[in-house]
Each structure stands twice: as C-alpha cells, then as structure tokens.
C-alpha cells in the first residue's frame, strides 16, 4: 500500500485552495498516464464529514434554544411545554457533545470561520 499525502491548506484564498486541488492529484501509476487519482485518507473523509454535519446539527441546536427563549418570553409556551422544552434541549445538547468526542472535534472544530461573516456560531 502506498503512503498517503495529506495537504492542509489554512488560507483564505480560493485561489490557495484551488491550486492545492490541482497539485493533490497524482498519476495513479507513476507517469504512464493510465488516470489520475486523488490520495485520500479514510479517517480524515470520515471526520471532515463528520465535522460538517455535527456543524450543521449544532447550528440548528442554536437555531430552536433562539427561538424557545423567544417564545417563553412572548408567553407562548405554558409551564409544561417549557419543562419539556428544556429536557429536550439539554438532551439534544448531551448528544451533540457525545458526537463531538466521538468524532475527536473541539468545540472550535464546529465553529467554522465564514471570512467576512465571521464565524458560524
């Protein structure tokens, strides 16, 4: 089995990001033009998806604890709704933090840099 070459790229240029793109792929069979192939590593696919969909779930974690602090302040919601409101966050919470160590992520790995937008959550 050949070694695996894992390029990180920390910049924010797209420009950074393409040209490493373009330089990842390899000859699959070292210059005989039989294809090209990119060299991934299993683990880090698995935890870079890994990351974007624990990200996404935080986000919208985020999303419902925003809007049931917005209905409990309206008056909306009675006392058992609430009560029920809250178990349920905080054990949506727990499991996004089991998931999180799971994954081997930081609370920072989640919180993704937007650029202009600044960061995620």
Known sequence: MKPVHITRVE???????????????????QG??????LNLNQ????NGLGQLVLTLVKLLHELLERQAVRRMEAGTL?????E?????LMMQSQ??????????LTEEDLNLDLGPLGKLL
Do not use: Y
């Not at 005989?32 to 192939?37: F, K, S, V």
């Open 95 to 104: 499991e996004i933090e089991r998931l999180r160590n799971e994954f081997g």
């Open 84 to 88: 029920q409101l809250g178990t349920t």
């Open 11 to 29: 910049s924010d240029s797209l420009g950074d990001f393409a040209r490493v793109m373009q330089t990842g792929w390899s000859s699959s069979s």
């Open 43 to 46: 683990d880090s696919v698995k």
């Open 78 to 82: 009675n006392d058992s709704e609430i």
């Open 32 to 37: 005989n033009g039989e294809g090209q192939r």
